[in-house]
């Protein structure tokens, strides 16, 4: 299975729904852009369904992992342990926080480590969901800063960050 799987949307495993990811995925598909057996979301404990996409709650994580490895491109939300498994595997990835707005999460943290992760590896940041299918195809030659993992340097930044 994660062989065929070229998309891959990693929402985390908070009980908060992310309904604006979902349904730009799902009209990315309805298009023709992807096929439905090419995309999988992994939703954390939020039980979406969609006719369109595939959507499962959790995954084992050698699968996860597996599947991070062979798909195409990465969606992920700004959760930092999804991010740098990204970076560790030098994936084409692009980040979506989760937004207090929309219900997505109780607040806004996830646009700060995006902020912080952007300006220090220049990796993709998706604000404007509208934007997607664009950021999809920049992302493919997009190159990011490398990252040497060092979690201690990432705690720094994303500490530094916050305190300006």
């Known amino acids: 299975?994660?062989?065929?799987?070229?998309?891959?949307?990693?929402?985390?495993?908070?009980?908060?729904?992310?309904?604006?990811?979902?349904?730009?995925?799902?009209?990315?598909?309805?298009?023709?852009?992807?096929?439905?057996?090419?995309?999988?979301?992994?939703?954390?404990?939020?039980?979406?369904?969609?006719?369109?996409?595939?959507?499962?709650?959790s995954i084992p994580v050698d699968e996860f992992n597996r599947i991070i490895e062979y798909a195409d491109i990465i969606i992920t939300h700004a959760g930092v342990n999804s991010i740098l498994s990204c970076m560790k595997l030098q994936?084409?990835?692009?980040?979506?926080?989760?937004?207090?707005?929309?219900?997505?999460?109780?607040?806004?943290?996830?646009?700060?480590?995006?902020k912080v992760i952007e300006k220090q590896f220049n990796v993709l940041v998706l604000n404007d969901i509208d934007k997607l299918l664009q950021c999809l195809v920049d992302v493919r030659d997009h190159v990011y800063e490398p990252w040497c993992f060092d979690n201690k340097m990432l705690l720094k930044s994303i500490s530094d960050f916050i305190v300006e």
Request: aromatic share 8%; net charge positive; no cysteine.
């Open 1 to 57: 299975m994660e062989q065929s799987i070229k998309l891959f949307i990693i929402l985390g495993t908070k009980k908060f729904p992310f309904k604006r990811l979902i349904q730009a995925i799902e009209k990315i598909v309805e298009n023709g852009i992807y096929q439905k057996d090419e995309v999988l979301i992994q939703s954390g404990i939020v039980q979406d369904k969609s006719s369109l996409i595939n959507i499962t709650s």
């Open 91 to 114: 994936k084409k990835f692009i980040v979506v926080p989760r937004l207090k707005q929309y219900g997505e999460h109780v607040d806004n943290h996830q646009t700060e480590i995006a």
